[in-house]
Structures are given as C-alpha cells and as structure tokens.
C-alpha cells in the first residue's frame, strides 16, 4: 500500500478508530538527537571529494524530525548513483580499455561462433569416438560367441587347471581369514606387475586380464571353472583392440555365471566391509542383457508370513528392485485376502532411483495378517499391466510374487487375463523354508513362461533376485543378429576408479546345440562393455571460445544429461547411476520442456528463449537470453546442444605478428611476456593466471603462484608454434597480458586509490589473465583465478550496469573482522566492444571498495547536506526530515543486493553482517520488500548435494534387521524341530558376517568408510528483483509497532535502496525468509509421478519368439541342503571360518556353456 510521506501531527491508521501520533512524531527527547558517539575512522576529505570537506556535525538539539518525503529520498538515490557512476568512470577504465583494443586491432582477429556448424561438428566428432568403441565391441562379442561354441565342456576340471589373475587375491591373501588363504589357493593364480597409467587412474598391466568373481560364488564350482577356461581366450582379443585403437579404456565381459573379465588387469578395489560386487547388478550389464521392463511385484503378507520369512521378503523386494534401471517401470503391492500398493503410488511407475528409494522404504512398513489370497494379488498385477493411460516400457511384462506357499493355482485369473498369449510372465518365489507343498508355484510359472525360485534364507537372495533376467534374454537370443544392437548406458561411476563413465554395451549369445537337429540355444552367454570416460568426450567440445557463460550439453531418452556444466555429483554410489534430469540441471521453464522434447525425440533446433540462470555460487538468480540449437548424435540414444548467449556470437583470437612468429626463440623473449613476470607486479599489479592446459608438458598446481612459476619455467623453453601448446590458448594469454598491462598505465598508475577509499581495482579477461593492482591488494584476493569460473566475472557478463558483491558470509561463521581495511565489496562491469558491427564483451573490470570508509560515505550521500556542507538546522519551533546520518538512531538506511544480501548500512553494528541474507537482519523489513514485490523467490532442488551419514537407528550391538526370537519361541519344542529353527541358526550367524544385507545401506556393505558422506537432496531458495521498478513507499502495518519504509532501486547497478524507521518493538516479528540451503526430501515423490517428464525407452524391444522353449521352467529344480551339509556349515561359522558358498543347485547352474 502506498502512503504519503509522514508528516508530524498526523494521526496514523490502527485497529481502533481513534487518532494516535506517528512514531518519531512530537517531543520526544532524545528521539533524533542521539548519534554515534565516535567519528569516522576516515577523514571526510578521503571519503566525499565530489561533496568537498564535510566537517563532523555536532548533535543538534532536541527537535521533531518527520520521515523523509518520497522526493528527498529520490534526491538521495540520484547521489548515490552518481558517485557510484563517477568512481567506476574514473578507476574502472571501460572506456579506456576499448581504446586499448582497438589501438592494437592489428593483434587479433575477431571470430565468430557458428551454433548450427558448431554443434554438428561437435556431434560428428562424439558419433566417431563411439563407433570405434561400436567396432572394437563387436569384435569382442564376435570372438566371444565362437570361442565358447568351440569350448569343450570339461566336467572333472579342477582348480589347479586354470591359471588366472584373480583381482582379488592380493587382498585376499593380506586378510588372514580369507577363503583362498585357508584352503591353501589351490587356484594356479598369477602374481603380475602393474604399471601407474594416468588414463586409467590406476595401476595396469597390459599384457593380462583379470578376473573378478562375486564374493558369495564359489570359485571352484565346475560351472566358474568352465568359464574361466574358455573365457581366457579374450585376452588377445582385448590386446589386439587396444592395437587398433589405443584410447581404450575398461574392456569388458560379464558374464552370465557372475564372473567378470576385464582388461588391461589391475588389482580390485577392495571394499574395507564385505564384497558384493557382482557384474550382473550393474546397470550397464541389465540394460545390455534384456529389453525394458513392467514389472508389478506382489507380496503375500497373510498371517503364516512372520518374522524372519517377512523379513527376508522384504529384504528380496529391495534387491529385485535393484536390477531395474531407468528404462523399467515397476510397482509393489502386498496382498492376503486385498490386494494394495505398498506405497503411495497407485500405477506403474519409473524405476528411478528416487522412486525406488519409496518403494523400499515403503516395503519395511508391511505388516503380516489375515489369510493368503492369490487371486486378489494377481488380478492387481493384471489390472497394473493393462493401463495403458500411463507412461511405461511397453516391453517385457511380468509379475514377480514372493510367498511362503499356498494351495490356490488360481488358474481362472490367467485364463482371464493371460491366456492363450501369455503376453505376461509370472515368477514365484517361495520364502523362508516350511513344509508347504510348491506345486502351485512351480505351476503358475511353468504355465506362465516365467520361473519358479526359493529363497530358504539370506543367502539366497541375490542369486535368485537376478536369475529372471536369463529368462527375459531368451527372446533376445533367439532374435539372433537383429539383437545384436549396441546399447548406451546412462553416466554412472566405475568400479575400478575411473570416474564417471558411460559404456556401449552387447549382448553375447549361446551358440550352441545340444545335437543335431536340436533346438538353438537361448540362454545369453553374458554382456560385452567397453568404457567411454565422461572427460574423453568433453574434450571433444569447445571450451574456451564459447566464453565464460557459453556451454555444450548432451542428453539421453530419459531426459537425463551426459554432458553439462552442472553435472558435478558431490558423491557417487556405484550401485547407482548418475541420474540428472537436464530440467533439474537447469532452471526448468515452458521453452527448455520444449526444447528437452525435441532432443528426445532426436529433432534438430534452434530456438532463442528469455529464462533464469543460477550464479555459479548459487547465490543469485539472473534473467537472461540464450540461444540453444541441438542435434541428434547419429548412432546412439544421445542428443547434442549448445548454449551461447548473445554477446558470445564472436569472440578475440590472438595473432601475433609473422615477424613474432618467425623468430625461433622461447616465448618468453615474445613482447608482453615481461608483464607475467613477478618482479613487474610491483609496478603494474599482481597477474594470476587461469589454471588452463596451455601445453601437454604443463604441471598443474592448485597454487595459482606455483602454477605461473611452472608456466614460465616452460615457456622458457617452448616457442610460439609449438607443436605441443595449444595456441589459441597460450596466444590469447599473452595478448590480454599485454592489454591489461597498458591499462595500469594509461589508467590505475597515476590514480591515488585512498582518495575514493578503494582497496584495489582490477581488470578479468576472456584469455585467462586476472590483474589485480596495487600488488599487495593481491594477498586478499580470494576470486577465483579462472575467470570462467569467477562468479563475478560471470554475473558481470550477463548484467549491464555495476555489479557489487559483498564478500560472501555463512550464517554458521563468525561475523566479518573489520580490521586492517581488507573487507572490500567488489563492484565490475563487463567490457563491451562494437568492431566492425561485431559486438562482444572480452573483459571485465572492476574496483573493490573498503567497507567501512563507503559506509561512512553511504551516510553522508543519503543525507540533507547542502552544497555549503552545512547541516540542516532544526530549530525548537520547526520540524525537519530524519536522515540516514543525523538520524542513524531512528532510521534505518540500506543497500541490499539483487540476491537480498545487505551491502552497506547506515548502522555501524550491521557493519559486520555485510554479505548476509537481509532477513538474518531485518526479518520483519525483509518480508516487506518480498510481499511488496521488490524481490521474488524461486526455489529448487540440488540432486547431487552430499551429506554427513545418518547415525545408525539401532544403537545396540546386534546386526540390524535380525529376527530375534521370545522366550515363548525357546520353550516351544515344535519350533525348534521346525526348518525355521535352522534358517534363523543361519540368519544369525550369517548376519555376524553379512551384517548390512539386511535393512542395510548398500553403500556400506560395498566397503565405504563409516563416516563417508552420502548423496541426499538440497533445497535451495534464490531471490531476485521482482517487478517494482519505480520508487516506493509502504508501511508495515502492526498496530502501534508499524514501520514506514521506502525502496528504490538504484539506476545502472544491482543494488535496492531501502530507507525505514527502526523497529521500535518486537511484536511484529513476522515468519524469517530462509536463504540458506536446506536438507529436503525432495519434491513430493507421489505427485510428481502424476505428471512425468516426457521420456522415450530404447528403439528396440525383444519380448516374444515363437520358438522360445519355456520348458525350463523350475519345476522341481531347487532342492535345500541335506541337514549334513547345512550342519556343518553351522559349525564352520560358529568357529569363525567364512563358508566356502555352496553351488547353487538349480537348472540355470547345469549350464553346459
């Protein structure tokens, strides 16, 4: 609301209708006559020349001050901008260092960027990296699929036989206890040599492969020795690959058996806990052994399902939704006599990690009651299937029911739903170990296509979680080379170190027949994978010519990106890819949800939008135009954009004169290289330089000092045509040294920087060169020396006008010291050029202002000084308007950033809080301006934020998750002659080894330290300047505790003007705007499923073939331990030996490979 200026003598509004004073009104001793006590610690000379020598007022008398009117604080506004406008005119250098460039026009070129040429240029080179990772794919699956139909299947083969490097034999002989130790390694293992490889950030060995097999399979079973026999042909395959193309990273073949052969070999990367890598739950191998899938898990959770059986299923849903990548959908529900979804989620929905973390959340809370009900569960999954109002994979369709056993075969759902066409497989698992008769089960997915599993106890689980996926590849076997289509996965972290990843994946096919005449095989051998790392197919886009606001990204069907600026997960979990949603990348509006279409659906674009950006700080929130144009990356699932704002259209290339050129010497004799020398920072300021790769033989240094003394000792030696320097680069360094060299001469060497109480000034350029001058300024430069990656530098750019930023505070760290004038506030401005109608901004410039002496000139500017510095007289009998130096006890001036951050006050105790959020200081003030719609809010999720671990919810000493069974239990004999008696045996002891398996974070149980962090979502919440562009005045209404207060914004700068009467209570203290970022949960997970972004599965779906056999079924195939063997496993563990894992017996481990 909008109200005159105060005036004394003029009743003001309130809840009753009866006239009460303004506050500051009348005779109020003391109210105006009280001030600060001590003078400025800067004479005024230094402080104001534009207003002449100001002497120090004496307190005027008591008199009546009003709050100024609308006019007078305009007046105010208009001072401030100029002085601002004056300091950067004279110490700034804009104008000059235009002239500077064009006085040396004849030392570069201008050169303009292309989108549409760029990006397909870029998209050409990215398709020609991958194929020749496509070629050397085929090769490997190529020899692979022959070599095992000419192996000879060998079934008294022993462990002696083989020789091998086991990846995980040196860790394993350093743990006393291991199994391998033990058993006197009875394997022919090798012992190699490594060498340190940068490429692969790791130790390597290339004249062998590894081999890696999961911790729970048994290394001398027939079936891993088989592999490991006919496997060991790779090898010289994998070493003629990497002949042909030596960029090759990680080759590698998963098998199907679980044992994992990689080259070059390097040791494994042993996890601190237990080891339960297995390559059949990594995503890149489920993407390449099956097409997407629908999936609807059901769960039985009828009365018999109790205690360590519930828990097992429960434990059994998690790991089945951990082979589900982002190309599946999938929903859980429990039934007995109902059936009900266990979360809120009542459709199919994508098998996100997000989504997932819901569903496993939401299984722990199932609670067992009422009787089994068969046909309420499937008719459910049915009806879950046949919606076709939703997004889902539109593949592979199966049910997946865990019980612990029933009578019902519920053969009038399937007729109803499945039957003639069986277009949905059903596999049952039977839970726990009981006496109930498994025909139905073993029935409903004989007559299903799917697969009958048992799970009697922990151990079980994640073998049998996974073996589904055999099945659905028998569709994709069949199809034979119509399958054989390379596949790209999501980013993900490697295993072995390398970072963050993506990988071409293959299956490899069983060839064989069992006689002749026989059926074809269709059973996958395994999956082929070869490793791309992300930095590989970064340096294959433009870097420094698209300037420091100008970027490439890339993303896949799923909308999530391989490529951009922001991909910068602050933890990894290798169970897990990398999932980013580009709208989450970036600040998501209606054009990028138009542009992210298109990409997906592998559509060429251009389109030129008006959208927010974050600041690189995070801080700020910036409204700015940029173009992006996109093409698709032929060959693969990968779309391609480029990001360039306007003024990034052209940019400088240094071209040094032929005369330069010709002369054979080392760089350093080039003209300007003098000026990146030490011993001339005295003379014309400190130069960092940007930590950019120059040349090859440049040794990179975090030390911005460290690294110029590396820069210069090379250049010592190489000269400007080096093969091995990148010229743009090095050319362009030289350049802008020389540029901002001539701009301390022409500008900042004659100008005495105290005079307008300046710490520094400063010039920032595209070619990498920082100049801080005077010299000593340098030592509390805290900017970043890479200008690309200076929030300054970058804001500058994308705002015309003054930029200021306080120095930046945290609410949990002490307030500022302001001692010794090194608290400055920077305030820059880009460099715009206009060469030949070409316009680009190259450079930023810009000075730091001390604190405390423009606070004090903050006061004087905003106050009724006249031109003949005397202050205003206010006599007994008059009234005078307050202002923000005479009256600092009872009016409240501010500048606030933008961003909301307070950057200079008239109140000398908030000197100290300068660079916080306003509402850390004026809560109640702060609320006005965003309510008055000075500022506006915008608030989003940060995906890739770590945080410190949890502590654990059980602190006592038993693993977590373990059944513990009553007194009542103990003194029953019938359950201890029960099966139970003897799976709960072994659920304890297990857990005393495998103690994360239940209810565990997987990343624990992969070997991460106890105190490392985890990934977990933030909030975060920017302001920005809202729509109010004119001067304003408003009162905070609160009964007597009401506040005037006017805003303006300052012309030409980023920076909002606020003048209000202190708070005299504080009854008014309304809610605190929040800044900081938060921990959250992130958006409401069931909400966002309602409206999914738009995504596209794989081109290619393999989910039926005439000729599939589903006779194997697991009809009768799992048999439990005799009680011999189950005994003596006991005893093993109660003496503290690990168990040597049992094979598993089963059709799937009677493979004849």
């Known amino acids: 609301m909008a109200v005159p200026a105060r005036t004394c003598g003029a009743s003001r509004p309130g809840p009753a209708l009866t006239a009460r004073p303004w506050p500051g009104c009348g005779p109020q001793p003391g109210r105006g006559a009280r001030r600060r006590a001590s003078g400025p610690r800067h004479p005024l000379s230094l402080l104001l020349p534009s207003l002449l020598l100001l002497p120090l007022l004496a307190a005027p008398g008591t008199s009546a001050y009003s709050f100024p009117q609308q006019h007078t604080m305009q007046h105010w506004a208009r001072r401030l901008e100029q002085e601002v406008d004056g300091v950067m005119r004279i110490f700034g250098g804009v104008q000059q260092l235009r002239e500077i460039y064009k006085d040396n026009r004849n030392l570069f070129e201008v050169q303009e960027n292309e989108p549409q040429k760029l990006v397909e240029k870029v998209a050409g080179d990215i398709e020609s990296l991958l194929d020749r990772k496509v070629q050397a794919l085929k090769r490997l699956a190529d020899a692979a699929e022959n070599f095992q139909k000419a192996h000879r299947w060998q079934d008294n083969i022993k462990e002696e036989d083989i020789m091998y490097y086991d990846a995980k034999a040196d860790a394993e002989l350093d743990d006393p206890e291991s199994e391998d130790v033990e058993r006197g390694s ?110 609807v898990i059901i769960v039985d959770v009828s009365g018999s399902v109790s205690g360590l059986t519930l828990k097992l299923m429960k434990t059994s849903v998690c790991e089945m939704l951990d082979t589900l990548s982002d190309d599946d959908y999938v929903n859980v529900a429990s039934f007995n006599e109902k059936a009900q979804p266990v979360s809120c989620f009542t459709h199919l929905v994508q098998a996100n990690v997000r989504n997932k973390k819901v569903f496993k959340e939401a299984v722990q809370g199932m609670v067992a009651k009422g009787t089994t009900g068969y046909k309420a569960g499937f008719e459910y999954a049915f009806d879950q299937l046949q919606n076709s109002n939703i997004t889902r994979a539109n593949c592979n369709k199966m049910i997946m029911m865990f019980t612990d056993g029933g009578e019902d075969r519920v053969q009038d759902v399937f007729e109803k739903y499945n039957w003639p066409n069986r277009t949905v497989r059903v596999f049952t698992f039977s839970v726990g170990q009981h006496n109930y008769d498994v025909t139905p089960l073993q029935w409903m997915a004989c007559a299903n296509k799917g697969y009958y599993f048992e799970i009697p106890s922990i151990g079980a689980i994640r073998i049998n979680t996974q073996e589904y996926l055999d099945v659905l590849g028998r569709p994709m076997v069949l199809a034979g080379k119509e399958a054989k289509q390379v596949q790209w996965t999501n980013v993900y972290e490697d295993a072995l170190g390398l970072g963050l990843v993506v990988t071409g994946t293959l299956p490899v096919f069983n060839l064989t027949q069992d006689g002749p005449g026989e059926k074809k095989n269709q059973l996958i051998l395994g999956v082929m994978g070869i490793d791309v790392a992300l930095n590989d197919i970064k340096r294959l886009t433009p870097n420094y010519t698209l300037g420091a606001n100008g970027y490439v990204f890339a993303i896949d069907l799923n909308g999530y990106v391989l490529l951009h600026p922001n991909l910068k997960p602050q933890t990894t979990n290798f169970r897990e890819p990398v999932t980013l949603d580009f709208l989450d990348a970036e600040l998501e509006d209606e054009n990028k949800e138009e542009i992210r279409r298109s990409m997906i659906d592998g559509n060429k674009g251009h389109k030129q939008i008006r959208t927010l950006v974050k600041s690189l700080d995070e801080r700020y929130i910036d409204e700015v135009m940029r173009n992006y144009t996109w093409v698709p990356i032929r060959s693969t699932n990968y779309s391609l954009g480029l990001v360039l704002p306007p003024y990034s259209t052209f940019y400088l290339q240094a071209n040094l004169s032929d005369q330069i050129l010709q002369v054979k010497l080392p760089i350093s004799k080039l003209k300007d290289f003098e000026f990146l020398l030490p011993s001339s920072f005295e003379s014309e300021g400190h130069v960092f330089i940007a930590p950019r790769e120059y ?13 110029l003394k590396n820069f210069i000792e090379l250049m010592e030696k190489v000269t400007p045509d080096s093969k091995q320097c990148n010229n743009f680069l090095l050319h362009n360094l030289i350049l802008d040294t020389g540029i901002t060299q001539q701009l301390v001469e022409r500008v900042w060497r004659d100008q005495d920087l105290n005079t307008y109480s300046l710490l520094a000034v400063f010039a920032a350029t595209d070619g990498g060169i920082t100049r801080v001058f005077p010299n000593k300024a340098a030592e509390d430069w805290t900017e970043n020396p890479e200008p690309f990656n200076a929030s300054f530098y970058r804001r500058s750019l994308d705002n015309y006008g003054y930029v200021f930023k306080p120095p930046h505070q945290d609410t949990l760290l002490r307030p500022l010291e302001l001692e010794n004038d090194t608290v400055g506030i920077l305030v820059s401005t880009a460099v715009e050029l206009s060469l030949g109608g070409r316009t680009l901004r190259p450079a930023v410039v810009g ?15 905003a106050s009724n000084r006249t031109h003949q510095d005397q202050p205003q007289k206010c006599g007994p009998s008059s009234h005078c308007e307050m202002d923000c130096e005479v009256n600092n006890e009872d009016l409240l001036c501010v500048l606030i950033d933008d961003g909301g951050f307070l950057v200079l006050s008239n109140q000398n105790h908030q000197w100290d809080q300068v660079g916080r959020f306003f509402s850390e200081v004026d809560a109640n003030l702060m609320l006005a301006l965003y309510n008055n719609s000075f500022y506006t809010r915008k608030e989003s999720y940060d995906y890739q934020a770590a945080c410190a671990p949890q502590p654990p919810g059980n602190l006592g000493a038993a693993p977590r998750g373990v059944f513990v069974p009553t007194i009542a239990d103990f003194l029953n004999l019938a359950w201890w002659t029960s099966a139970a008696a003897w799976s709960l045996f072994q659920q304890l002891l297990y857990g005393l080894i495998y103690h994360s398996w239940f209810q565990a974070d997987p990343a624990e149980a992969e070997g991460s330290s106890e105190t490392r962090e985890s990934s977990c979502v933030m909030k975060q919440t920017q302001y920005y300047f809202g729509s109010v562009n004119a001067s304003y005045n408003a009162i905070i209404d609160c009964g007597n505790c009401s506040r005037l207060f006017h805003a303006q914004r300052l012309t030409n700068t980023n920076l909002l003007f606020v003048v209000a009467e202190k708070p005299l209570c504080s009854q008014c203290e309304a809610g605190r705007l929040l800044q900081k970022e938060t921990h959250s949960d992130g958006p409401e997970q069931c909400e966002l499923v309602q409206r999914p972004r738009y995504r596209r599965g794989p081109h290619i779906c393999f989910d039926y073939n005439a000729t599939e056999d589903t006779s194997d079924c697991g009809r009768g195939a799992s048999f439990p331990p005799s009680l011999g063997v189950l005994v003596s496993l006991q005893l093993l563990l109660l003496l503290g030996l690990p168990p040597r894992p049992q094979p598993q017996v089963h059709a799937h481990a009677s493979r004849r490979l």
């Open 186 to 295: 009875k394997a022919s293992t090798l012992r190699l040599d490594f060498i340190e490889d940068p490429n692969f950030k790791n130790k390597v060995n290339y004249s062998y492969t590894a081999v890696q097999i999961p911790t729970d399979i048994y290394k001398g079973s027939t079936v891993i020795l088989n592999e490991l026999n006919w496997t060991e042909a790779l090898e010289n395959v994998f070493i003629e690959n990497r002949r042909q193309d030596p960029t090759l990273l990680w080759q590698v073949f998963g098998s199907a058996t679980g044992v994992t052969r990689y080259y070059p070999a390097t040791p494994w990367r042993a996890p601190k806990k237990i080891d339960l890598y297995d390559v059949r739950r990594r995503p890149w191998y489920i993407q390449g052994a099956s097409s997407p899938k629908d999936m």
């Open 695 to 707: 040349c090859k033989d440049l040794n990179a240094s975090d030390n911005n000092t460290e690294f």
């Open 847 to 861: 000075v730091k202002l001390d604190l405390e002496a423009w606070a004090e000139k903050f006061k004087v500017l």
